[in-house]
């Protein structure tokens, strides 16, 4: 299982990120993707999930309305879609597969909101 996020960076609050994740090694298209962010000294704190199809997702409180998640099962990849990015949304962010009972996580991919 390979899980390769891409997209973080430096943003101003109010702004907007897109995350990536290319995803290997394991049938894609038969498993739920999330997505996850911590910060250091916090637990892992989970995003968003997307079904199988793309049909169905859940979102953390604090992101909803703003993140949305989306997946291309042609391409393995799954996407974080940020918007009105504020400074409380700085974390690392992974994406993440539950598997066989088991978490695989990237490597992930910083975003830090700041002025």
């Known amino acids: 299982v390979q899980l390769v996020e891409s997209g973080g960076g430096l943003v101003q609050p109010g702004g907007s990120l897109r995350l990536s994740c290319a995803a290997s090694?394991?049938?894609?298209?038969?498993?739920?993707m999330g997505w996850y962010r911590q910060v250091p000294g916090k637990e892992r704190e989970l995003v968003a999930t997307?079904?199988?199809?793309?049909?169905?997702?859940n979102y953390a409180d604090s992101v909803k309305g703003r993140f949305f998640i989306s997946r291309d099962n042609a391409k393995n990849m799954v996407y974080l879609e940020m918007n009105s990015l504020n400074p409380e949304d700085t974390a690392a962010y992974y994406c993440?597969?539950?598997?066989?009972?088991?978490?695989?996580w990237g490597q992930g991919t910083q975003v830090t909101v700041s002025s």
């Open positions: 090694g394991f049938s894609f298209i038969t498993n739920v």
């Open positions: 993440n597969l539950y598997m066989f009972g088991r978490d695989y």
């Open positions: 997307i079904s199988t199809t793309g049909e169905n997702t």
